[in-house]
């Protein structure tokens, strides 16, 4: 018995990487998985396709869409593959993703928009699509957002991917306010891995795979896909590491004790003579800090 027996889940760029560790681990524990990926490899053909190959061989059942989830036409078309193959739909993971660095005074418009179209309306449209067939289902289920330590903490050069991922936080947190009363459970997971995404950011200089496996993150969306977290929504959970040890870490907004001035308002002088006060004491998040696995 698997702890996903009888669910269906979609996940998106499942091709490489991160999100094929992740449907090879929602299929290993018994769902049935849309593979989502529109990228190819020559004349190999589409990597979801290989995907598939991968989780029949091991007994599972999956299939391959090659749609664009930056798109309504694209994100309907893989709704209507999981409901026309598998007839219902429990688990969605939107993971697609892409990359568009520059800095910010280098970066062309198009570069800004086709980084959001993925990122940020890719995943307002697969929540949207998903929880609309979650609720007509009647049974909940479960919405795994991806945000990243680029937008959690910022990172040199990508200010659009920054942003969108930035926004993921506070879109998870919202929507799993909104589709809770249906019983629809909505959380972001937060991957750190060299993949081939990732391979030539500065970050990541002298890194290897098995130290930051992709396939660490595989086991916090089983978690979060199963009955295991029934009573946890509205979550951003970091995973990351391999061979240098893995750490799962729950991200949250922090806030500091801040000056309080009970007779009007304060003044520029006021704030400056309290910024002690207005500043949070602890460093913001850093490498360091989230390298440190003691």
Known sequence: MGL??????????????VGRAEALALAKEGAKVVINDLDGTGDKGMVADQVVKDIEAMGGQAAADYSDVGTLEGVDNMIWRALGKFGRLDIMVHNAGILRDKTLLNMTEGDWDLVQKVHA???????RAAGRVMKAQGEGGVIVNTSSMSGLMGNFGQSNYALAKAGVYGFTKTAAMELGRYGIRVHAVVPNAYTRMTADLPALKGVTEEMLDPGAMAPLVVFFASDLSKDLTGRVILAHGGTIGVKVSEFKMGMAEGFNKKDGLPTAEDIADNIDQVLAPDPDLNIEIAFKFD
């Open 4 to 17: 996903l027996d009888g669910k269906v889940a979609i996940v998106t760029g499942a091709g490489r990487g």
């Open 121 to 127: 309306k890719g995943t307002f449209l697969c929540t």
